[in-house]
């Protein structure tokens, strides 16, 4: 006759003490959710009255270019994952390339991206229909510090003819006081950043995700 098999409470007690260590490492080992991004800084004017324009093409092997960087100062620290911007784009334009430079000591835009990201989808039906921008690689921001976001559109090979293969941002007067616009480039005949509209700012709109 075959006894019954006695169970050990001591090694159930062990047993069932061994795996809620194991869940509680794994729980301590799992990150969280990263947070849903919130709107920091934003300028938005009841009217269109200036715009900046993006461009960049080879014409009898001359580059000719033209970029365009909005400052801003940082409300919320976190990870920047997108940009909003008004823009009206040419029928040959190529994608809206957008990325986030810190200020240099000069107070002009620094060569090395925070971050970046690129938008290929349609234009603005209005000067206040913005355009979100996720950014592929999000900037770490810190709230009370100053960047920019820097934009450009890819090298078309090609004369225009009168065509621009660019983007035409849209911006209001002097209404957000935390940055300004900059422009450089060949065609302005600026070959490094340079307040060239006066005191405007462009629509835009800068999302973080809070750490």
Avoid at 45 to 62: E, I, K, P, T, W
Avoid at 180 to 209: C, E, H, K, M
Wanted: glycine fraction near 10%; charge should be neutral.
């Amino acid at each position: 006759m075959t006894r019954p098999t006695r169970t050990n409470p001591r090694r159930v007690r062990l047993a069932f003490l061994l795996a809620v260590g194991v869940l509680l490492s794994l729980a301590a080992c799992t990150p969280p959710p990263p947070r849903a991004h919130v709107l920091d800084q934003q300028n938005i004017g009841l009217q269109q009255n200036m715009s900046a324009r993006v461009d960049a093409y080879v014409c009898n092997s001359q580059l000719w270019n033209l970029e365009v960087a909005q400052s801003f100062t940082a409300g919320i620290s976190g990870m920047l994952d997108q940009v909003s911007l008004v823009a009206w784009k040419y029928p040959s334009a190529g994608s809206l390339d957008v990325a986030i430079h810190p200020l240099g000591s000069d107070g002009l835009p620094g060569s090395t991206a925070l971050g970046d990201g690129s938008y290929s989808g349609p234009q603005s039906s209005t000067t206040q229909t913005f355009l979100d921008i996720p950014l592929a690689h999000p900037a770490r921001v810190v709230a009370g510090t100053k960047y920019a976001i820097v934009v450009t559109t890819p090298v078309a090979v090609d004369c225009p003819s009168g065509t621009i293969y660019g983007w035409n941002l849209f911006g209001s007067s002097d209404t957000y006081p935390g940055g300004r616009v900059w422009q450089r480039g060949t065609i302005t005949n600026a070959p490094d950043w340079q307040w060239t509209l006066g005191s405007n700012d462009l629509y835009f709109r800068t999302w973080v995700a809070p750490r």
